[in-house]
């Protein structure tokens, strides 16, 4: 049972193959559906409409609620301009063994229909939560958690350095990178080595081959 105070908002998928937003512009585009599970924690609440169609809300865990397990690896996202590249991010994550993801800015929208195709149902296997990118890092100092980042200009390698955990990766904008004020705010800060005339890479592959580097490296639980 998911607590009482989550913020939500409503999707509608269709059966038809077939998705529609009614709170983000798109209530006359129409998607792709992806799979979704009953039994999943991003889902408080399912209706049957008389047309057919299942009424999903969006979910935001407070971050007062989120606790870090102690080789726990999180996921905290800026400005990712393209819905389908978040989208792609999430199902990665889910696929890496993250534990949830921190959305730190009011552009990302994890709920786009394109996010919600891209990400193949994982969006609601996730736990979510949005807050300034102060806040997280808050949690993350409280918590004990460990945050890197990544950037071309940066010497370390992302396979060179023994991650820590508690961890979380930041990843921010394709186009311009982590913002200077998130980026000060990482213990650690890595790079992707890359050949040719390429400086930059996709985010969500760059996200991708970071979080299975760390999920590599992650250490095995404590026993009971």
């Known amino acids: 049972m998911l607590p009482s105070n989550l913020f939500s908002s409503t999707l509608q998928f269709c059966p038809i193959s077939s998705v529609r937003s009614s709170h983000d512009g798109y209530a006359s585009g129409v998607f792709p559906v992806c799979d979704f599970r009953p039994n999943c924690t991003g889902i408080s609440h399912w209706q049957q409409s008389p047309k057919g169609s299942v009424q999903l809300r969006q979910q935001w865990i407070p971050l007062a609620g989120i606790r870090a397990a102690g080789n726990s690896l999180w996921l ?110 990482a213990d650690f800060t890595v790079r992707i080595p890359m050949s040719g005339g390429c400086e930059s890479i996709n985010d969500s592959v760059a996200a991708g081959v970071l979080l299975f580097e760390m999920s590599s490296q992650r250490q095995a639980p404590d026993p009971q």
């Not at 929208?109 to 394109?114: F, I, K, L, N, V």
């Not at 994982?122 to 004990?144: E, I, N, V």
């Not at 370390?156 to 930041?170: H, M």
Request: hydrophobic share 40%.
């Open 76 to 185: 905290a996202v800026e400005s990712i301009e393209s819905p389908g590249n978040l989208g792609t991010i999430i199902r990665t994550a889910e696929a890496a063994g993250v534990s949830g993801i921190f959305v730190l800015d009011s552009e990302s929208d994890s709920y786009d229909p394109a996010a919600v195709r891209a990400s193949m149902g994982s969006l609601f296997s996730q736990k979510l939560t949005r807050c300034p990118p102060g806040d997280f890092t808050h949690w993350a100092k409280s918590c004990g958690v460990a945050v890197v980042g990544s950037s071309p200009a940066r010497l370390l390698d992302y396979q060179a350095l023994r991650y820590r955990w508690p961890a979380a990766l930041l990843i921010g904008s394709e186009k311009r990178g982590l913002f200077e004020h998130l980026a000060e705010t």
